[in-house]
């Protein structure tokens, strides 16, 4: 019995322990990976398992951008992600306004800002390359 | 052979597998792709939205901060008279105004954070926990933590990422929970602060950058209207706001904001991708329809702070 309980604590503890490692350090640090000149405006954090090929990205989130505004996205993965986070913007109107990601290169881009030029609602949509399993965050920031 | 276990075993098992389970987070979820367009919902329907479609609609936690952003470019001076100095956070009893409240502080955190002034947030910050414990959603305030960098000016840029980060995380846990109301009046006091912030600064200090912000907020507010269409009819202070918003939308009515499109144009630097959208919106408000605008914001802000 008492092996039992040792057991069992062992799990709880190391769960604890990589509960936390997916946890704020992990978000803080992305923000802080954003650059000096950057203010912290959003963040969205992503948790995806392995998918077959789909039509679009799966996580998908609404922000309000401004015209005459300069923002970046830094994208970070989990140290258990299996490929690269990547993103892209699409307009009110279904436009993509950009992507992190260069289909014809296969080339990803960690980090990516945006000159706004008309001021909306825009769908952020993130996925790991190839629908590949993954944990990762993607900040949004003001650039001054 | 697999060994039945005992009865405290099996509780340890239990419990086991129910600490499993509370602290499993799953921030990741897929959400349907029900975005509606902005003028083309009446409120009637707008009230039967589904709650994926309200999901989908813009939530502009940090519209405070950009407006902030746009006055120190334009080097217009703090002033602590665009703040709502009167609330007291020890005097507000309901939940619509606490979590009302909560929004239109968070915006003047927002602004003072940005301005530096830090003693001041301290004060604020004291408000903001009063009302977040008022509403069961004080633990996403690191209070301490907060107070400890607002005592260091060089921890400005982590203050202001956990004052947003706890008000986005507070935005989450409402509408997860069930009290979407709760979050859309914290959103939009967050929004109406930071549009009575923009337009005071705009009567004083005129200026095309914040007067165009100022007509843009057309799409916002459409978007708020939507967000709060579900509640209107919980009572009579949510139906005085839903009221407000709709005198706010009228005055916004002949404002018009056209669009030329064009490709965005993508270049690298430093490793980053840097991409400048050629798309444009243009605004076209007369002095008639700006000033309605500034005087109804400046109206339906001031009702929101006096009754404490």
Redesign the interface.
Known sequence: MKKLSAILFLIMFMHVLSYGQTGEPFISQCVMSAGPNATYLKDFRIQLGKSSPQQDFRYKQVFAFSKNMKYRFTLCNGDKSQSQLIMKLVDDTGRTVLTSFDPKTGKTYPSVEFICNKTGTYKILFDFKDFQQGLGVGVVSLIK | MLLMP?K??LL??IL?AA??TC?N???????K?I?P??DSIPISQAEQLSEEAI?????????P??IA?ILQRMNVPFSSSYLASSIDAGRINTSFDKALKLGILGADLGYLN?YEKTGTAIDILASIKKLADGINVGQFFDFETMKRLSLNRSNL??L??LS??SY?QIDKFLREKGRGQLSALMITGVWIEGQYLATQVLKQFPDT?LR??VG?QK??LN?LIMLLAPYCNLGNEYYALCRDMQELREKYRGVK?T?TIGE?Q?A??D???????????NVEMTAEQLEAIINTSEKIRNRLIANN
């Open positions: 005992d405290s075993q340890i098992i086991l600490f499993l602290c987070s799953s921030p990741g979820k897929n959400t792709f975005f367009d902005e999901d989908d609609i813009s939530r502009n936690i940090s519209s901060v950009e952003d940005m840029d982590s202001l990422f947003l980060d986005n950058l165009n912000r843009e799409v916002i978007d904001i669009y965005p993508m690298e630097k490793g980053a991708l840097v991409v400048v959208q050629t798309d444009r919106s």
